[in-house]
């Protein structure tokens, strides 16, 4: 065991069993899957992406490279997790990626011994011949060997969460700075939430050694989180990343059970929050760098701030005997920290020739053999899983060789500057610093401590605090700043250094992806030196930590190829999100049957104990057929429901279409703007059919529209258009005519709507009406539009249309009463065999008829093209009606709407299938229209069919081709009128 | 991004629909060039980086069309007035 007899964040009292590759060990409560390895003296954790070299554990945080693992397992495993941030629990079960047969011992690791010619961009240069090698050959080979994780193979069994916050200020991150900005601002009453990553509020408070005021950082960052966990107004959501700025709003996922085996009863495993902050402090702290030199990979090198980290907040010795190597002084603290918490540092190796004389001292004083000018060329280690045995060295010219487990380096620090740059702004390069520091900001968000490069601990603490109490002063809250404790500062002293020249092996920039500084100087060479190209084609920054720890030494080690400055050379450009997000978080419940709302007719459960067969129609579930005991296929009883709906009755739930109330002394007028024909004229008690176009003078809609009354019209849209129409006409009454008296009301929910058809459709209509009211021809002529009584007092509008071509009714009901009404009118047509009948029934009825419908209301056709040209009205403007008189909308040759019926009556016809005359090639210079909507016809024994054909209505009796390629039907079909039943509509009338 | 709705207060922009230019106006249908100023109402929308005056429908609210002062570069809103004044 490496765990240190004291000390650390983690509560020693609870010892949590967890397996690594199959094996039992145990860590503690507060542990990280990292810590708990490291605790068990684990080192080796996985292999790399490309060149399959043994990795190890490279960070504490975030930004790891190298420790990835698969945890979990089955439908919940999940790849590529971070073993430095997934927070231990008791039975976590996790695999190391990406190594056959074993990790220890890797088959593809060979692939280090081919390097030389997997460099950068060997994609493009190698595996070229034979060409069609590629797919078959190259690809899969390199997809095998070339990888991360599994992704599960199971549906996630979780489920994910969104949820919205409002605050005043919002803090990200809960270090020192964001601890005292969230204290600062919530003491003057602004409404806080703190988020954090971490599950340990603190930052860096509770990975360093220092004192503040009378108390040890972590003690202070734990009863600040006190503070503010007792203010009403302050929220802190620790387990949250914020993970990007979305136009003024921050996007962040909260992991509520990811420290879980399973997420507790009606809690999900992950929430998605969309946070509007009017002011947001972003408090994120900064990542060490790496520096480049041969075998900087090796499981044993991690950097300085992390080995800190492990000993001060785990309790955890990073390894036995510990070197570091590194450019600034921040590493000389970590290493006297550890040194204190009884970790054994035995070397401090700086590439400087001077380091501050207290340092010196101190690093005497411990007993730490400190080599200034010095700088490590290379590592060696174990046989057999490559852990970190010792380091050569070189002082001036001089070679040398150093036993060591572990190598801590230190390279200097980067701001997490990421989120001041989703509003397009570009990091500025501080040299005193050796750092990026933010540049323009996005509006409403300021950076204080590390992430703004402030580094020492009393100044961030400070900048904290300074701009928690003027982000709430700005808002109106009446702040004073918190005081100040005493801190005792750390020399801070750096000087630039990136790569180790001439080190032997490779000389790993980015971890993650496998790019040597080797493959930079190939970039270089090749001409690809512009930052956004160079990492593009070596792939360096590209895997999923972002380039948190190679970005800087990349760029860097490129101006020194190309002899720019780094501010020159720039940076890429960091996008959303800071950290990866689950597919499953974003979805959240829309997923599955749930991913968009289902909508219900009023006689749902009825028609359900009809046994009806429900389709979707956009958001809506509809009855599509009622199948009887026996009837095998659809077709025999969308069949057997039409020929019942024209021998006797049938009804059908028509609610889904779209009704709209409108009300007001200017309705008149103002469906005469919308519709091509007039309803101004229209008389109190009928209805009549209207079509409407777009601005352009193509048609939108169609439906009926009734008047009720002098002031009061309800029209009726086509179920898929309702949402459209509805707001095409708010906007005719809001922004173009606003001085007409018209009020609008959707009503499509509040009424129930079921049309009964057929020659006894009188019949049934008169046993549901109460006493006295009068359904006869004269009562209820065709087009009539009435308000009654039904079912003993029920309010009803009882509409005397047809759209399946027989006598017809559509009543309509408070949606309340659909239900009763359906059973209502079932027992009143038993006597006459009353059928019920789906959609699929209505669909051929209508085509029989010659209606249009969706498949011609295309969004392509003109009221001509559909034969409306006569209805529109030429005594007056509506929308539409100038750019419908557009020459190519009025060309006789446009496809226009007929009939059509197979020459072979044996012959199925097809949607789709495009008209040729015939003999003339099948190409699309001859195409002459298509077929729109086709029906089986029980009236006539054959398929009939509905189309556009190039002028067509000139051509009935004509014979074309129907060519349709895709299901290899080419056969021909006789051009005919589109009302193939009762074209005078006696019926209908009668 | 948030909409200050006039009648509702600032709402997420997934309560709004959006239609585009608010600049426009229907041109009189029975003026001589009326194909002309038709064609360029209809199809022609300049597409500016900065400043844009746009209708919004606040669909999922009250049901009011909102001309919205959107930066087209930022997203920032200047400010939103209710179609036709208040009603």
């Not at chain 1, 079912?791 to 759209?803: C, H, Q």
């Not at chain 1, 029989?848 to 559909?866: F, I, P, R």
């Not at chain 1, 190519?888 to 012959?907: C, N």
Request: include cysteine.
């Amino acid at each position: 065991m490496s765990r240190l007899p004291s000390g650390g964040r983690v509560d020693r009292a609870r010892s949590l069993s967890f397996r690594f590759d199959g094996k039992t060990y145990r860590g503690f409560s507060g542990d990280t899957l990292a810590s708990a390895l490291l605790a068990n003296q684990v080192r080796l954790v996985g292999r790399s992406f490309k060149y399959h070299r043994p990795r190890g554990i490279l960070s504490a945080g975030p930004e790891e490279p190298n420790a990835l693992v698969e945890l979990r397992s089955g439908a919940r495993r999940e790849p590529n997790t971070r073993a430095t941030v997934a927070e231990l629990y008791d039975g976590l079960d996790a695999a190391s990626q990406n190594r056959w047969p074993s990790l220890a011992l890797d088959a593809l690791s060979l692939n280090g011994l081919v390097a030389p010619f997997l460099g950068a961009g060997f994609y493009y240069k190698t595996f070229m011949w034979p060409a069609k090698f590629w797919e078959s050959v190259y690809e899969p080979a390199i997809r095998r060997a070339a990888g991360l994780g599994r992704a599960a193979e199971g549906v996630d069994p979780d489920h994910y969460d969104k949820a919205h916050a409002f605050c005043d200020v919002l803090v990200i991150g809960a270090g020192p700075a964001g601890l005292m900005a969230a204290l600062a601002a919530g003491r003057a009453g602004a409404r806080v939430i703190l988020a954090d990553e971490d599950f340990l509020a603190g930052g860096r408070l509770n990975s360093e050694v220092a004192r503040i005021g009378d108390e040890p950082s972590h003690a202070f960052a734990a009863r600040t989180v006190a503070e503010l966990a007792s203010l009403p107004n302050v929220r802190i959501m620790t387990r949250t990343s914020v993970f990007g700025i979305y136009d003024g709003e921050y996007g962040a996922v909260e992991r509520v059970s990811d420290h879980l085996a399973t997420p507790a009863p009606f809690q999900p495993r992950q929430r998605l929050w969309k946070i509007a902050a009017k002011r947001a402090i972003l408090c994120a702290g900064a990542t060490e760098r790496p520096i480049v030199f041969g075998g900087n990979d090796r499981p044993g090198v991690m950097l300085a701030g992390s080995a800190r980290s492990y000993a001060n907040r785990y309790g955890v010795a990073a390894g036995k005997s510990v070197a570091f190597f590194a450019n600034n002084d921040s590493a000389w603290t970590s290493a006297f920290d550890m040194k204190a918490a009884g970790v054994n540092v035995t070397t401090l190796i700086d590439i400087r020739r001077e380091v501050a004389p207290a340092l010196a001292a101190r690093a005497k004083a411990l007993g730490i053999d400190v080599r200034t000018d010095t700088q490590v060329t290379g590592t060696t280690g174990q046989p057999i899983g490559g852990a970190l045995t010792g380091l050569a060295i070189r002082t001036g010219g001089r070679g040398g060789r150093l036993a060591a487990d572990t190598l801590a380096m230190s390279g200097g620090w980067s701001p997490s500057v990421h989120l001041t740059c989703h509003h397009g702004g570009k990091p500025v390069w501080q040299e005193d610093i050796a750092a990026f520091v933010p540049g323009r900001t996005p509006p409403g968000l300021s950076v204080a401590g590390a992430a703004r490069g402030t580094y020492g601990l009393g100044d961030t603490l400070a900048e904290g605090a300074r701009q928690g109490s003027e982000a709430a002063g700005d808002l109106g809250f009446t702040a004073t700043r918190p005081d100040l404790p005493a801190t005792e500062d750390t020399p801070a002293g750096i000087t630039a250094f990136w790569h180790v020249q001439g080190s032997k092996g490779p000389a790993f920039v980015d971890q993650q992806n496998d790019v040597t500084a080797k493959d930079l100087g190939i970039a270089y060479k090749e001409g690809f030196r512009a930052v956004e190209l160079m990492k593009r084609y070596t792939t360096l920054g590209m895997a999923t930590d972002q380039g948190r720890t190679s970005n800087v030494n990349g760029l860097a080690i490129m101006a020194e190829l190309t002899g720019a400055s780094i501010m020159e050379t720039g940076t890429t450009i960091f996008r959303p999100p800071y950290t990866p997000v689950s597919l499953g978080v974003l979805g959240g419940h829309h997923r599955g049957k749930d991913f968009r709302p289902t909508r219900l007719t009023p006689t749902h459960a009825w028609a359900a104990e009809q046994g009806a067969v429900f389709i979707e129609t956009g958001p809506w579930l509809r009855a599509q057929y009622f199948p009887k005991a026996g009837e095998t296929d659809w077709l025999t009883t969308v069949n057997r429901e039409v020929k019942a709906v024209r021998a006797s009755v049938g009804m059908i739930d028509v609610s889904t279409f779209g009704k709209i109330d409108l009300q007001g002394r200017d309705v008149g007028a103002f469906l005469d703007k919308v519709y091509i024909n007039t309803f101004s004229t229209l008389a109190v008690g009928k209805a009549r059919y209207g079509v409407m176009l777009r601005e352009d003078g193509i048609v939108m809609d169609d439906g009926t529209t009734a008047r009720l009354g002098p002031e009061h019209y309800v029209m009726t849209t086509t179920t898929a258009n309702a949402v459209k129409v509805f707001q095409h006409l708010e906007f005719c009454l809001q922004v173009l005519w606003p001085e007409l008296d018209v009020t609008l009301a959707s009503v499509s929910e509040q009424w129930a709507q079921i049309a009964i058809a057929g020659p006894r459709a009188r019949d049934v209509l008169a046993r549901v009406v109460d006493t006295g009211v009068d359904v006869s021809n004269e009562g209820l002529p065709f087009m009539g539009a009435i308000e009654r009584t039904v079912m003993g007092g029920v309010k009803a509008r009882l509409f005397r249309l047809s759209f399946s071509g027989e006598l017809g009714y559509e009543i309509a009901v408070p949606a309340r009463h659909g239900e009763a009404l359906a059973r209502a009118l079932m027992t009143a047509g038993e006597e006459f065999g009353i059928t019920p009948y789906g959609i699929e029934a209505l669909g051929v009825m209508r085509i029989e008829k010659g209606h249009v419908s969706g498949n011609e209301l295309s969004g392509q056709t003109s009221a001509g093209d559909l034969g409306f040209g006569k209805m529109a009205s030429t005594k007056k403007d509506y929308i539409g009606r100038v750019m419908a008189a557009r020459p190519g909308l009025k060309d006789p040759d446009r496809p226009a709407f007929v009939g059509f019926k197979p020459v072979d009556p044996s012959q199925r016809l097809r949607a789709g299938a495009h008209f040729l005359t015939i003999g003339a090639p099948a190409d699309m210079a001859h195409d002459q229209g298509y077929m729109t909507s086709v029906a089986h016809s029980p009236h006539l024994g054959h398929w009939i069919g509905l189309g556009l054909l190039k002028n067509g209505p000139a051509r009935i009796g004509e014979r074309v081709r129907a060519y349709d390629p895709v299901r290899g039907n080419d056969f021909e079909v006789e051009v005919c009128s589109p009302a193939f039943i009762d074209p005078n509509g006696e019926r209908l009338r009668g | 991004m948030r909409i200050p709705c006039p009648y509702c207060g600032a709402r997420d922009a997934s309560e709004f629909a959006y239609l585009g230019d608010a600049t426009l106006t229907r041109p009189d249908p029975a003026a001589p060039d009326a194909d002309e100023a038709f064609h360029a109402y209809v199809y022609l929308r300049d597409n500016p980086a900065g400043a844009h005056s746009e209708w919004w429908y606040h669909s999922a609210g009250c049901r009011r069309w909102v001309k919205v002062a959107r930066d087209t570069t930022s997203h920032a809103i200047a400010g939103a007035e209710l179609a036709g004044g208040a009603r």
